[in-house]
């Protein structure tokens, strides 16, 4: 069954998005007047006069407008359009050129292009496509450089515009008129092979392309080349002012755009190939791009230099024999000391293994001197907790038995002080109720001292009670002018309960009077103000 071909039924209204247009403007590309036309709401591509179908893959892979003659003469001599190619093919064309102009000094020519490529259909065998229709690859006999490319462009045929062509007069310089119906006829010049005569016109650079590849420590691979030219800002498929070998830096006036910043290379490197994310892209090529103007300088200088060295060496000639006299002479200076550096290496060995030794010693007495202060911290730790009965965690240990045994005391240290704090604060509340007199002191020692004086407080103060109690008893009988039995006094169960507490109401504001009639000083305790009953 013949495979179908899908002609106009593949095109559809173009979808290029802001990003799209963002990233063209990034590389200079659609920043050249009129070189680069968008679609509108159009379907099917209706380019202007002037101007051809491609597509925002084909672009960023190199091309742009005008186009290189290179390029112009693989469509005539194959029978295509751009739109034919798919853009890993044109990615193909841009390193090739790249590689010609920048790293083998030479013009693209179609003889070298014949012994490394061949074009093949593309397509399945129930399909045959119209856009991207053909591939270019690399012949499976011939050693070249791995491109990484990837396995397919999702998305690249609905993304297509114009771009503007130069009219040259002359069929075969000229881009062919955009057909997107027209059927893909293969030629005999898809499989072309290069003649006996170009092979041996081209083996020179057959050779230095190898030796490119396999140079040890200037490997030059498809990544690098095209890493090269995304950094340079010259799309290899324009036709140019100049070849790459005449490339000048920022001042070359073939470049598009400014440098592009790491980030926007890596990631257009990524997209164009099959690197991801973890593989790594090279910041610069291994192997110095060739420079037309500085191979010149260079042959010139090396000639200049082997001149310069005959004429050096006639002119030394009779000075040799004085110069190994004098060689020979510095060698036995340069033994001499040699020796003697020995010896000096052999003290500075010495004094280094007496450093480590003093310095083994000095860790090993410091180690015991931090475990002796480890021990008594630790002992200070359990004397702390016998006294307190209280155990404390650290809520973040720093896991250094010295530092945590350190932290544990600040704790005891803490509770101590917070306990004499309150027994200060106690002590002070209690200080003018047994000293209304006396001013408190100032310091918890001296406060301390006051409540353990050589008398007994708790007796004086009982003998005071006591007094009270008297002197109020007392005053109760003498107002009452009753006969008391004092033997009954002590059993207050026959004491009738009303009327005792009217008796000490009664009793109460002449109580003073009282003790004064019978020749009793009331104390000037608070106590003796307030009897208990």
């Given at each position: 069954?013949?495979?179908?071909?899908?002609?106009?039924?593949?095109?559809?209204?173009?979808?290029?998005?802001?990003?799209?247009?963002?990233?063209?403007?990034?590389?200079?590309?659609?920043?050249?007047?009129?070189?680069?036309?968008?679609?509108?709401?159009?379907?099917?591509?209706?380019?202007?006069?002037?101007?051809?179908?491609?597509?925002?893959?084909?672009?960023?892979?190199?091309?742009?407008?005008?186009i290189h003659p290179f390029?112009?003469?693989?469509?005539?001599?194959?029978?295509?359009?751009?739109?034919?190619?798919?853009?890993?093919?044109?990615?193909?064309?841009?390193?090739?050129?790249?590689?010609?102009?920048?790293?083998?000094?030479?013009?693209?020519?179609?003889?070298?292009?014949?012994?490394?490529?061949?074009?093949?259909?593309?397509?399945?065998?129930?399909?045959?496509?119209?856009?991207?229709?053909?591939?270019?690859?690399?012949?499976?006999?011939?050693?070249?450089?791995?491109?990484?490319?990837?396995?397919?462009?999702?998305?690249?045929?609905?993304?297509?515009?114009?771009?503007?062509?130069?009219?040259?007069?002359?069929?075969?310089?000229?881009?062919?008129?955009?057909?997107?119906?027209?059927?893909?006829?293969?030629?005999?010049?898809?499989?072309?092979?290069?003649?006996?005569?170009?092979?041996?016109?081209?083996?020179?650079?057959?050779?230095?392309?190898?030796?490119?590849?396999?140079?040890?420590?200037?490997?030059?691979?498809?990544?690098?080349?095209?890493?090269?030219?995304?950094?340079?800002?010259?799309?290899?498929?324009?036709?140019?002012?100049?070849?790459?070998?005449?490339?000048?830096?920022?001042?070359?006036?073939?470049?598009?755009?400014?440098?592009?910043?790491?980030?926007?290379?890596?990631k257009l490197v990524r997209?164009?190939?099959?690197?991801?994310?973890?593989?790594?892209?090279?910041?610069?090529?291994?192997?110095?791009?060739?420079?037309?103007?500085?191979?010149?300088?260079?042959?010139?200088?090396?000639?200049?230099?082997?001149?310069?060295?005959?004429?050096?060496?006639?002119?030394?000639?009779?000075?040799?024999?004085?110069?190994?006299?004098?060689?020979?002479?510095?060698?036995?200076?340069?033994?001499?000391?040699?020796?003697?550096?020995?010896?000096?290496?052999?003290?500075?060995?010495?004094?280094?293994?007496?450093?480590?030794?003093?310095?083994?010693?000095?860790?090993?007495?410091?180690?015991?001197?931090?475990?002796?202060i480890l021990k008594r911290?630790?002992?200070?730790?359990?004397?702390?907790?016998?006294?307190?009965?209280?155990?404390?965690?650290?809520?973040?240990?720093?896991?250094?038995?010295?530092?945590?045994?350190?932290?544990?005391?600040?704790?005891?240290?803490?509770?101590?002080?917070?306990?004499?704090?309150?027994?200060?604060?106690?002590?002070?509340?209690?200080?003018?109720?047994?000293?209304?007199?006396?001013?408190?002191?100032?310091?918890?020692?001296?406060?301390?001292?006051?409540?353990?004086?050589?008398?007994?407080?708790?007796?004086?103060?009982?003998?005071?009670?006591?007094?009270?109690?008297?002197?109020?008893?007392?005053?109760?009988?003498?107002?009452?002018?009753?006969?008391?039995?004092?033997?009954?006094?002590?059993?207050?169960?026959?004491?009738?309960?009303?009327?005792?507490?009217?008796?000490?109401?009664?009793?109460?504001?002449?109580?003073?009077?009282?003790?004064?009639?019978?020749?009793?000083?009331?104390?000037?305790?608070?106590?003796?103000?307030?009897?208990?009953?």
């Amino acid at each position: 069954m013949a495979a179908v071909d899908l002609g106009t039924a593949e095109w559809e209204r173009s979808k290029i998005t802001n990003q799209d247009i963002n990233l063209l403007k990034k590389l200079g590309i659609s920043k050249i007047p009129k070189a680069v036309c968008f679609p509108s709401e159009e379907s099917y591509p209706t380019p202007p006069m002037g101007y051809r179908v491609s597509f925002v893959d084909h672009l960023i892979r190199g091309l742009s407008a005008p186009i290189h003659p290179f390029l112009r003469g693989l469509l005539f001599v194959y029978g295509l359009q751009l739109h034919h190619l798919t853009p890993n093919s044109i990615l193909h064309i841009s390193i090739f050129i790249t590689l010609c102009e920048a790293f083998l000094g030479v013009q693209p020519n179609w003889a070298l292009w014949k012994r490394i490529f061949f074009c093949r259909r593309n397509g399945s065998p129930n399909v045959a496509y119209n856009i991207g229709g053909v591939v270019i690859s690399v012949r499976p006999t011939v050693n070249y450089f791995d491109v990484k490319l990837p396995d397919s462009v999702q998305g690249w045929r609905k993304k297509w515009l114009y771009i503007q062509e130069e009219n040259h007069g002359c069929a075969e310089d000229n881009i062919p008129p955009f057909d997107g119906a027209e059927k893909i006829l293969r030629r005999r010049s898809w499989d072309a092979e290069a003649t006996e005569e170009e092979k041996t016109s081209t083996e020179a650079l057959m050779t230095r392309i190898h030796e490119l590849q396999n140079t040890r420590g200037k490997e030059l691979s498809g990544i690098q080349i095209t890493a090269y030219f995304l950094r340079a800002r010259v799309q290899p498929l324009q036709a140019r002012k100049n070849p790459l070998w005449n490339y000048a830096g920022d001042e070359d006036t073939d470049r598009l755009s400014t440098n592009l910043e790491v980030k926007d290379l890596e990631k257009l490197v990524r997209r164009i190939s099959s690197l991801n994310k973890k593989d790594p892209v090279p910041s610069s090529c291994r192997v110095k791009p060739y420079n037309a103007t500085c191979a010149s300088q260079e042959k010139l200088a090396e000639v200049n230099e082997r001149a310069n060295t005959l004429a050096q060496k006639l002119e030394q000639s009779e000075e040799a024999r004085k110069k190994a006299e004098s060689d020979a002479v510095q060698a036995r200076r340069e033994a001499d000391k040699a020796k003697t550096d020995a010896a000096g290496v052999e003290d500075l060995r010495k004094r280094l293994h007496d450093a480590e030794t003093s310095l083994s010693e000095h860790i090993t007495a410091q180690s015991a001197r931090e475990e002796a202060i480890l021990k008594r911290l630790r002992s200070q730790n359990r004397r702390f907790v016998s006294k307190t009965s209280q155990e404390f965690e650290l809520e973040d240990p720093d896991n250094d038995p010295l530092l945590d045994a350190v932290s544990f005391l600040e704790f005891h240290g803490t509770e101590a002080r917070e306990g004499i704090d309150q027994a200060k604060a106690g002590l002070s509340r209690l200080f003018p109720y047994f000293f209304p007199k006396k001013e408190e002191p100032a310091t918890f020692l001296a406060l301390a001292k006051c409540f353990n004086p050589p008398e007994d407080l708790g007796l004086k103060m009982r003998h005071e009670n006591l007094k009270v109690a008297v002197e109020s008893t007392v005053a109760l009988v003498a107002d009452s002018q009753q006969t008391i039995d004092w033997a009954k006094v002590g059993d207050t169960e026959q004491i009738e309960q009303t009327k005792w507490r009217s008796l000490i109401k009664a009793a109460k504001p002449n109580t003073k009077k009282i003790l004064s009639y019978f020749g009793i000083k009331p104390s000037s305790t608070p106590s003796s103000s307030k009897p208990e009953v």
